[in-house]
């Protein structure tokens, strides 16, 4: 019978580190995608939104009455920098808005509770719109575009600033990280592009309710949080 010879030494140690070189690879992969935070960057678990998180604690027992269907964000979560154009047909990001508490809002012409709902958000810019907050509402109209604009005319909302995405591609982007279910919807948002809070459908924005939320999502301090 042939002699059997015995494994070299050399062969043997291939081995663990074959799997030792996978093991950093992955390890690589990861860190690529998520950071060497282990959390995703530019969405869910974003340790930067963490104080959004905190303050939407805080203010939590204000979403009552009129506000009462706000959902208080839980987790981290820093918004998609979403991409739209003003009415100049300018192109615009979320991003611009950094350093302003933001309500961002979807609606559109088609959508019955959306219109109904444009006239609060209007005199909500009015009441507290300036160099610290902003009604962001994005037209979503597919179509003709000449009719959102003058929906806005013939009611008389002049405060808002006019905004669209003709391609519907915000509510896709807002939609892929559970933020928009339906029309309208709209996402409360702090001045790093944190999730403050969000809601799906309309709400009475012109209510002492929504207004006591917004300031003190605002002002935090002032407002005694």
């Not at 027992?61 to 706000?70: F, K, Q, T």
Request: hydrophobic share 45%; aromatic share 6%.
């Amino acid at each position: 019978m042939p002699e059997i010879s015995a494994p070299r030494p050399a062969a043997t140690r291939r081995i663990p580190i074959a799997i030792g070189a996978v093991l950093v690879g992955a390890a690589v992969g990861f860190a690529g995608v998520y950071g060497f935070s282990g959390l995703k960057r530019g969405s869910g678990g974003d340790s930067a939104c963490a104080a959004a998180v905190d303050l939407a604690r805080k203010i939590g027992p204000l979403a009552h009455g009129e506000v009462a269907a706000l959902t208080m964000a839980t987790s981290p979560l820093r918004l998609p920098d979403l991409a739209f154009e003003d009415g100049d047909g300018k192109p615009r990001k979320l991003s611009e808005w950094r350093g302003k508490t933001v309500l961002v809002n979807l609606w559109a012409t088609w959508c019955v509770p959306c219109r109904k709902e444009m006239p609060a958000l209007d005199s909500l810019q009015t009441k507290l719109g300036g160099r610290d907050f902003e009604v962001v509402a994005i037209n979503i109209d597919t179509r003709d575009p000449e009719k959102p604009k003058n929906f806005l005319k013939e009611a008389n909302l002049t405060k808002l600033g006019y905004f669209t995405d003709t391609k519907a591609k915000v509510f896709q982007d807002l939609k892929a990280i559970g933020k928009a279910l339906g029309m309208p919807t709209s996402v409360l948002v702090d001045g790093q592009g944190c999730e403050i809070g969000t809601i799906a459908g309309p709400a009475e924005w012109a209510s002492d309710d929504a207004i006591a939320l917004i300031k003190a999502a605002v002002k935090p301090a002032a407002a005694g949080f």
